[in-house]
């Protein structure tokens, strides 16, 4: 073995050998008195705790101490003590270990000391979470149960035990054992919390009385323990880079373990005490073959409010609807709402805020119910605690009227966000982004065309469109101007998608916003903003094939004087030429352009005005073609070619280009030249610019496919 090996996870933060060495060192020294071994064992055992605190254990090595630790041996027993306190598990622990741990229990000259015992005990309690099948430990439970008469142990027992009952553990003769073993102990709190699980399952077999006694709460033994475990697991999941995440279990009861307390104040854990012979409850279940075989006989629990933190709660009543259960939850989330009002409820509403969104997400729905209580949170909410949490369960609402959409949630949204920043404007914006693209989402699974939505999306774009010309002033940013992009790229999907044309009307963004994106200095927003409107132009060529009602003729000309707009400046060097059919000259007026070309004319720039957003000249995408030249001549330059004696020195027009040629340059055709351009963007991830090219000018598109075929 090597002098420095690591763990099959490739870090060196577990190094194996020591850990192995150490527990070699002190196995070895357990075969011997402590006359035989000359040392103290001591620093032997130290060093091991401290490796296991520092590092965890693996598998084999939980194995090696689990094996020291429950067979005899002459470690004395504050040693053993020491080592069952620092069993951290780095990984799930399996089925032999637990199997270990259970069959050392009980009395006998081979089995380790009570005291060794119940902090076993207490080891399987604080590792319950992670054990990687738990069915394990209830196969055990008769053996658990049957040593309840051990004093020692009885406490670590019973909170063992509480864990793992289920319904089928509850026997007439165990509940009378319980019992009897309660009023011989004078009402032992543990017992008596054993006695509460019980109870949980048959209320009517275990009368009042016997469970009225002080009772264990059964917290965590040792939430610090629990922590330090939480990360040595943390630790192990990634520096294991192979390792696959292990899914949450959705088929089983959720419980509030975090550091043995609620992980919420009003977070409700499901339980059920209303249940028969014949029934099932949910905490029964612990697979997803448990819950559809017994999908019919589920009991509901007795606070259905669980459901909005519960998962298989959730799926349950997603699959078995129950009027019932709805009317109790949304009486409780409006008795809350009204608490929170009256300022009674004593409660952080950031914990409700929490479990709401853990609901949604999780559902993807928004209950009616939630309507009525952000329309009365919103009244006393600051804007700023939860901001994120409200603004991400609210993003989950249905397609419902605009104006009680608007007056009952928007309005008071915005009045509490806005505070004259763009940052909150920007907030908002991503907020508004993020429902559209739900809606979207929801709007495709349609079978048949909803009469509504298209009112709906246009009323919100309509409200979004005045906020994004807010932004593009307050915050002129490449940043702002890309949370810009993001809402119109989802306007765009619903205009061009096939599944969502239906729904709704296109709407187009408003035309200033247009030109101020399309001047923008970054080559990402142009390329984007093409795009955008290739799609709206893909849209609008299928709905005028269907029908010319819908769009008035000013609306279909103001969408395609974007469009020639941004071709004479790109393509045709005729910057804020307004005389074409539909142009509208960027809306810049007439005495300010032509201001500008007296101008630039005055400078000897070699170019007019109109040239300055071509290809070649444009600020954001001059460099781009240039760079894409310069490639063009170096590769003629690599095949050995020597009729190439002169470069250009940019930037390229149709006029330079026949003057290189001429003086032995490289030989390339205007055309070729800005096809070329087009397609080194679509290389270099902007292939926005050449889609509405080619979407707008069929000569472009001919000419590309002439290219491509010869």
């Known amino acids: 073995m090597s002098a420095h090996e690591e763990y099959p996870g490739g870090d060196d933060d577990y190094n194996e050998v020591d850990v192995r060495e150490a527990i070699s060192h002190v196995v070895q020294a357990s075969k011997l008195t402590a006359k035989q071994r000359g040392s103290n064992v001591k620093p032997a055992v130290e060093k091991l705790t401290q490796l296991q605190y520092d590092q965890g254990l693996l598998p084999e090595d939980l194995g090696q101490l689990i094996d020291l630790v429950t067979t005899p041996s002459f470690l004395d027993q504050a040693s053993l003590g020491n080592i069952v306190r620092n069993l951290y598990p780095a990984t799930p622990v399996n089925d032999d270990i637990i199997v270990r741990v259970v069959g050392c229990l009980g009395h006998g000259k081979l089995k380790p000391s009570l005291a060794i015992q119940g902090a076993l005990l207490k080891w399987l309690v604080m590792i319950y979470h992670i054990v990687d099948n738990q069915a394990v430990l209830s196969s055990t439970y008769s053996i658990l149960f049957n040593l309840l008469d051990t004093a020692a142990i009885r406490k670590q027992l019973c909170h063992l035990l509480a864990l793992i009952t289920r319904r089928r553990h509850v026997r007439p003769y165990r509940i009378q054992s319980l019992l009897s073993l309660s009023r011989q102990t004078g009402n032992d709190p543990a017992v008596t919390g054993l006695l509460r699980v019980f109870k949980d399952y048959y209320p009517e077999i275990i009368v009042g009385e016997a469970t009225r006694a002080k009772v264990s709460a059964f917290k965590h033994p040792d939430p610090q323990w629990r922590e330090r475990l939480d990360e040595i697991q943390q630790d192990h999941a990634a520096r294991s880079k192979n390792r696959a995440e292990r899914p949450l279990d959705a088929f089983r009861v959720a419980r509030n373990v975090a550091n043995g307390k609620s992980s919420s104040q009003i977070l409700v854990e499901v339980h059920t005490s209303n249940a028969t012979e014949n029934s099932v409850t949910l905490e029964e279940i612990e697979s997803v073959d448990g819950f559809v075989k017994n999908l019919e006989r589920i009991e509901l629990p007795n606070q259905l409010i669980a459901v909005l933190g519960d998962p298989l709660l959730q799926k349950l009543l997603a699959l078995k609807p129950h009027p019932e259960a709805h009317r109790r939850a949304s009486n409780w989330l409006s008795s809350y709402g009204r608490d929170l009002m009256s300022g009674e409820s004593g409660i952080d509403p950031t914990d409700s805020l929490e479990m709401l969104k853990t609901y949604v997400s999780s559902t993807k729905t928004f209950s009616p119910i939630f309507f009525i209580f952000f329309n009365e949170y919103l009244k006393i909410w600051d804007g700023h605690n939860g901001r994120d949490l409200v603004l991400t369960i ?27 920043t763009a940052n909150s404007q920007l907030q908002l914006l991503q907020f508004y982004t993020s429902l559209l693209q739900r809606w ?22 309509t409200r979004v469109n005045r906020l994004c010309l807010t932004l593009v002033q307050t915050s002129p940013t490449a940043s702002t101007h890309s949370r810009i992009l993001d809402f119109y790229e989802e306007t765009a999907i619903l205009a061009s998608n096939p599944k969502l044309q239906p729904h709704t009307r296109i709407m187009i963004p408003p035309s200033p916003l247009v030109y101020i994106l399309h001047f923008s200095l970054s080559p990402s927003t142009l390329s984007r903003l093409c795009a955008i409107l290739s799609k709206y132009k893909q849209g609008f060529q299928k709905a005028m094939a269907t029908s010319r009602s819908e769009y008035t003729s000013e609306y279909i000309n103001e969408f395609n004087g974007f469009l020639m707009d941004i071709c004479n400046c790109i393509w045709r060097s005729r910057a804020f030429n307004a005389t074409d059919v539909n142009s509208h000259g960027c809306l810049v007026p007439k005495l ?33 073609a240039i760079s894409y030249f310069r490639e063009l001549e170096e590769e003629e330059l690599e095949r050995g070619s020597d009729g ?13 280009l026949n003057l290189l040629a001429n003086g032995r340059g490289l030989g390339v055709g205007w055309d070729d030249y800005r096809l070329g351009v087009l397609s080194y963007l679509e290389k270099k991830g902007m292939a926005g610019v050449g889609e509405l090219m080619y979407n707008t000018m069929t000569n472009v598109m001919k000419r590309r496919s002439a290219m491509m075929t010869s």
Do not use: C, W
């Not at 104006?403 to 009045?415: D, S, W």
């Not at 190439?644 to 330079?656: D, E, F, K, M, Q």
């Open 394 to 420: 609210l993003s989950y609402m249905p397609l419902v009227n605009f104006t009680e959409l608007f007056n009952g949630i928007f309005q008071p949204l915005e009045a509490k966000i806005l505070n004259n």
């Open 440 to 461: 979207a989402i929801f709007l495709a699974s349609l079978e048949q065309k909803s009469a509504e939505a298209s009112t709906i999306v246009a009323d919100l774009v």
């Open 592 to 624: 300010l352009s032509q201001s500008l070309n007296v101008y630039i004319n005055s400078i000897n720039m070699g170019a007019s005005l109109s040239m300055l957003f071509s290809l070649s000249y444009s600020p954001v995408l001059g460099l781009l």
């Open 644 to 656: 190439l004696s002169i470069r250009h020195a940019g930037p390229v027009t149709r006029a330079s």
